[in-house]
């Protein structure tokens, strides 16, 4: 009987052990200047991506993709922090953000690919500052 016991203990010890992928939450420090409507849309954005990526990097389907059409309107920091090319990114980012309701996880990776580099794009030329933050984004299978 104790055998049994032990080895339901052991059991135990081992299924509590086994890597369980967890979702951990981005932790957003207040900007002592405030934050305008549109870095709080950008952080909601962030979120979801995570999200996103935890649900595909273990080849699960993305099932309920959040809206953000406010991205087009929101209120910037500052007037300049909205480069001409803004508009063209911010489409290009919504275009891809509506392809993610496919029913192929394949298309869904490679949307959320899109996703990624698009948001890279747009800082690239607006705010380089969260680049090194948003590169983490990328799905661990894809390196480039
Ligand atoms: C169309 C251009 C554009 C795209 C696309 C874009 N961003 Fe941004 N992002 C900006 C601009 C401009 C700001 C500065 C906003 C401000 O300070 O008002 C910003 C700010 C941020 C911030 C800082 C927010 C803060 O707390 O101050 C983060 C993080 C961020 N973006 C992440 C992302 C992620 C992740 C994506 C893709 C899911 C993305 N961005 C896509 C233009 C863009």
């Known amino acids: 009987m ?4 032990r080895l339901f203990v052991l059991v135990l010890i081992l299924s509590s052990c086994s890597p369980q992928p967890k979702l951990v939450k981005e932790k957003w420090f207040p900007n002592p200047n405030g934050e305008s409507e ?8 962030y979120d979801a991506m995570k999200e996103m990526k935890f649900r595909l990097d273990q080849d699960k389907k993305v099932k309920s ?5 406010n991205l087009l309107t929101a209120t910037p920091t500052g007037l ?3 480069k001409e090319s803004f508009d063209a990114f911010a ?4 275009n891809s953000l509506e392809k ?4 192929s996880l394949k298309n869904q990776k490679e949307n959320y690919r899109n996703l990624v580099n698009t948001c890279i794009g747009c800082h690239d030329q607006s705010c380089p500052g969260p680049i090194k ?3 983490k984004l990328k799905l661990s299978s894809v390196k480039d």
């Open 38 to 45: 549109l870095a709080l849309t950008m952080r909601d954005m």
């Open 65 to 69: 993709i959040p809206n953000f059409d």
């Open 100 to 103: 993610m309701n496919t029913n």
């Open 80 to 82: 300049s922090m909205k």
């Open 91 to 94: 489409n290009s980012w919504l």
């Open 2 to 5: 104790i055998r049994y016991v």
């Open 133 to 135: 933050r948003i590169v």
